[in-house]
């Protein structure tokens, strides 16, 4: 009978190299995976009487387990992302819109409605393409400061304000030839209160620096339900913290937790019967965090009401 050369390293990287394969992979949740590697080394011991094949096969063992779990574990858990607030400043450029009507101040594409009634005020500021990542930054704030232009800045000022707009590209021209809110460019559009707080309003268009920062928020996270029947749409204003949200689920009594859909900017929606009973929210923002504000909205509530509900910490 011939005999069989056991060759301990060769064994370990070709078994390694088959279970690392991807789709191999996600064919297995661990604790399975784990399971049936425990009972093959378990089985491979019954068999064998030889010390050295008993070595190499722990020793296989343990290098599929590491390598198993170092895959599992980058894959499946991915680590928290960053909190919104930094302290690094970007360099981006700013103009400013004087509303010649006080409806000027309703609409946006984030669908706040009333600016001043939302409690935004004219703290506010519509964002290039290439900062407005498809309505998800509604909500977030910015610190802007007006830098390179001794004539028309007012030196040692910077403003706080709240995205709330869309300032949409204009293809007719080039990001250099008048697209100011073209991609590449990261571009602020303010109203001229907010504006004239760090600049002179001749400036025009305004080399400035920003900066993430977390929301500050007077109150709770606001709730505004609207809809017909079973159709339900939530506008989600006042948000503290992040700003800006990732998530939402909505619970009636005699629900679980439903996850909603975003909408279009903050409005969030969801099909759903939840007439005659109290409504609860869960809000995930962008760093991760979330909040479970109960029964936020009686069993009586209507479309067309606003409710309020816990707050982010700032």
């Known amino acids: 009978m011939a005999s069989s050369h056991f060759d301990e390293k060769d064994l370990i990287d070709s078994a390694t190299s088959y279970f690392s394969d991807t789709n191999l992979i996600k064919l297995f949740n661990f604790p399975l995976l784990f399971s049936l590697l425990s009972l093959s080394f378990v089985l491979s011991l019954n068999k064998m009487s030889n010390p050295s094949s008993i070595t190499a096969t722990a020793a296989l063992l343990l290098s599929l387990i590491s390598t198993v779990t170092s895959h599992y574990s980058s894959s499946t858990f991915s680590s928290s992302p960053p909190a919104p607030q930094s302290t690094v400043w970007h360099s981006a450029r700013a103009t400013y819109y004087a509303a010649s009507d006080p409806r000027d101040a309703v609409g946006g594409a984030c669908g706040y409605g009333d600016l001043v009634k939302a409690g ?106 609207d809809g017909s029947g079973i159709f339900v749409s939530v506008l989600i204003s006042n948000v503290g913290g992040a700003g800006d949200i990732a998530a ?24 759903s019967d939840l007439r005659n009973q109290p409504l609860s929210f869960e809000v995930t923002n962008s760093d991760g965090l979330t909040l479970t504000s109960y029964n936020v909205a009686p069993k009586n509530w209507n479309f067309g009401q606003s409710f309020e509900g816990k707050q982010f910490e700032a």
């Open 120 to 225: 935004y005020g004219m703290a506010t500021v519509g964002l290039s393409e290439a900062l407005f990542q498809r309505g998800q930054i509604c909500g977030a704030c910015f610190e802007l400061r007006c830098v390179d232009d001794l004539r028309w800045c007012i030196p040692g000022t910077s403003i706080i304000v709240t995205a709330t707009n869309f300032c949409a590209p204009n293809y007719g021209f080039t990001a250099e030839g008048g697209g100011r809110c073209n991609p590449p460019n990261k571009h602020f559009v303010l109203p001229i209160e907010a504006f004239e707080k760090i600049a002179i309003w001749k400036a025009g268009n305004m080399p400035v620096q920003y900066r993430r920062i977390k929301c500050r928020k007077e109150g709770g996270v606001r709730f505004t339900i």
């Open 248 to 271: 939402v689920k909505i619970k009636g009594s005699r629900t679980g937790w439903l996850p909603m859909g975003r909408n279009w900017g903050q409005n969030w929606h969801i099909n």
